[in-house]
């Protein structure tokens, strides 16, 4: 411990806000790795009421799913429960608010991840500019007293300088990985709840659209039969002449 605080002190001034980038940057991985598991943002209790609700049911699923969706925090069912409340407008206009709630929805399980962005940009740019602040501070001693030139002293130095440099990447690697696994994780939930939204969408309007079918198929004019009757044959050149 001696020397991991001895290594931490000879960093100088640049490794207070390394520090402050460390302990935000796991903050954050630790509070987004809690939110995104996959239990949270779609339950399975949802996942079946939807997968179980047969094309057409305007009973016992749609009601379940709609009691289930409305006391359910997750993502999932606050899309849900939207898309349900609105299933006496044209399925268009559905559609419309559905993907508005679900952009609101995929902002809210995206925040945070901008922080870990920053740091994995901001923690190389801190390390460096230690080191090039310590080197800066070894070649004045360097220049300006002779008996400071010692060759050991100098590389002590410059290993010093260097340390804030190892500690800025160090923090940038774990971050950009987390920031690269929750993001693809997002982008995976966001496809996998579209499909479900969209396939109960399809399956509460499929009575609706059979009907409107119906109903155009009634209104058609009825085809003539006498139309569909062959052309009368034609007298050979010869019966003509005669």
Known sequence: MQSVLKFFIQGGFFMIPLMACSFISLAVIFVRALALRRSVVMPPAIEQEIEGIQPG???????????????DPSPLARITDVALRHLNWPKAENNEAVQTRARHEIVRLESGLFILEIIVGISPLLGLLGAVSGLVGVFAAFGSDVSAQDPHGIAKGISEALSTTIVGLAIAIPSLIAYSHFARKVETMAA???SL????????????EHRAAAAAAASRPAANPASYMPPPPTLPMEEKLR
């Open 57 to 71: 049911d305007e009973s016992n699923g749609i009601v379940r799913l709609a009691r289930v969706a409305c006391i």
């Open 197 to 208: 939204v969209s396939d109960l969408l399809a399956k509460c309007y499929a009575r609706s």
């Open 192 to 194: 996998d709840m579209e």
